[in-house]
């Protein structure tokens, strides 16, 4: 098998075997360049294979007025958000939401807008975290197109988040930021902090206590110089994957470390996987280092519900698969969240879960499932990378007898080079 972007058809591979450098972590990347932007630079942030996604970022700073020179993977920025305009933020929740608290504080008109999926995403959460620090927006019923008409300053306020999602926190610390005083946003559960971190780092007033985030206004973060690490979320692929196949042994390097992202690796040792992380420096403030994932080993069933879920929101269609693997029945909950992600995330898990053979029940907020009898499908993606990545890593390590994707090249949205990854691992 040799799979590349143009090729749909993914069989189980013989063995997986080698060392990847994974594309930057959108989370961090995202942060950077908009954080950067903030400071009114000049700014170097180097990213390593960008997907779509911190590409609309990208476009959307250059549209209100940020210079970005670039040479390779180093994006040189210079000069904060100046004019008024209306962004295109893709398929890109992530771009949306912080630069809609970014622009918040600037006395700046920005409309945002997307494809066809983002469109269907709910902005009312957002919009009503702005419009309680005194500024004007506008969503149309609810979602995209939002227009933010910033002032300059913000009120500060106290925040309770209706989900914990980082990118609700990130939004209301950014707009927090150009308020007079403190802001506090609680989150009803765990959340990345990469936020936090890298504000800190560049001399904002923010910190963290448990599942409260204070920011004091009004900063501006420092300039500063950059190399994005790994994405953990690309590397959950390969975790799964190796951690499936009887004849695997993986190691990606230079992968971002930070405790709230590895989740899933807890997960997967619970589950019987050996895997090991060690942290060889850091990048700003965050970890980096390299996760080692060797397979052979039987897996055991799991749950998961509750504050849990929210740490492994992005992963869930990828341990549908390591579930679908085991003869006893494990079982998610309180993941309605998955319904509003760039498809009905469940449905199309669960869809594709009875496709190849497992014995699945759809609910509500999740599923139960069990291994079945192993059968060849065509998987339907709705265009969303993660389903895409889930079912070729399903075919891969022999979950399925093997798999046909239908649109191959969504998974340009987080990682670009997934299929030549696939085939130099697996060839």
């Excluded at 990847?20 to 908009?34: E, F, G, N, V």
């Excluded at 309180?334 to 699945?360: F, N, Q, S």
């Excluded at 969303?384 to 046909?404: L, P």
């Amino acid at each position: 098998m040799t799979p590349a972007s143009t090729r749909s058809s993914i069989t189980p591979a013989a063995r997986l075997r080698g060392r990847l450098t994974l594309p930057a972590d959108k989370s961090i990347a995202h942060r950077a360049l908009i954080f950067g932007a903030l400071s009114g630079g000049p700014t170097m942030v180097t990213i390593r294979s960008p997907g779509l996604d911190v590409l609309s970022t990208l476009g959307c700073l250059r549209a209100v007025g940020v210079s970005i020179e670039q040479s390779g993977e180093r994006y040189l920025l210079s000069g904060r958000p100046s004019r008024d305009a209306v962004v295109d933020c893709g398929n890109s929740g992530t771009t949306m939401r912080l630069l809609a608290g970014a622009v918040a504080g600037l006395p700046l008109t920005v409309t945002f807008d997307g494809d066809a999926s983002l469109r269907a995403r709910p902005m009312e959460r957002v919009a009503s975290i702005l419009r309680a620090a005194g500024v004007e927006v506008t969503t149309t019923d609810g979602h995209g197109p939002m227009t933010v008409v910033g002032r300059d300053p913000l009120m500060p306020v106290r925040h309770v988040l209706p989900v914990a999602s980082a990118q609700l926190l990130g939004a209301a610390v950014l707009a927090g930021m150009s308020a007079q005083g403190e802001t506090t946003v609680e989150a009803p559960g765990p959340t990345r902090d990469h936020t936090e971190r890298m504000l800190a780092h560049l001399g904002v007033p923010i910190h963290r206590d448990g599942r409260v985030t204070t920011v004091t206004g009004p900063a501006r973060p420092l300039p500063f110089d950059m190399e994005v690490p790994g994405d953990p979320s690309a590397a959950s692929a390969w975790l799964v994957a190796a951690a499936l196949h009887a004849d695997a042994d993986l190691t990606m390097v230079a992968v971002g470390l930070n405790p709230t992202r590895l989740a899933l690796v807890g997960l997967l040792q619970r589950m019987g996987v050996e895997i090991a992380t060690r942290v060889s420096e850091v990048s700003g403030a965050e970890p980096v280092g390299d996760i080692t994932v060797r397979g052979g080993r039987a897996l055991r069933a799991v749950n998961i519900s509750g504050g849990e879920v929210a740490q492994l929101i992005d992963e869930l269609p990828l341990i549908a698969i390591a579930m679908a693997s085991v003869g006893d029945t494990s079982e998610v909950r309180d993941a309605g969240e998955l319904r509003v992600k760039e498809t009905d995330r469940i449905a199309a898990t669960v869809a594709g879960l009875a496709a190849i053979g497992a014995e699945v029940e759809p609910l509500p907020d999740g599923w139960r499932v069990r291994r079945g009898t192993s059968q060849s499908a065509r998987i339907a993606t709705h265009g969303d990378h993660r389903i895409a990545i889930a079912f070729a890593v399903a075919a891969v390590a022999g979950v399925a007898s093997a798999v046909e994707i239908d649109d191959p090249d969504c998974v340009a949205v987080s990682y670009p080079g997934f299929w030549e990854d696939l085939a130099a691992v697996s060839g």
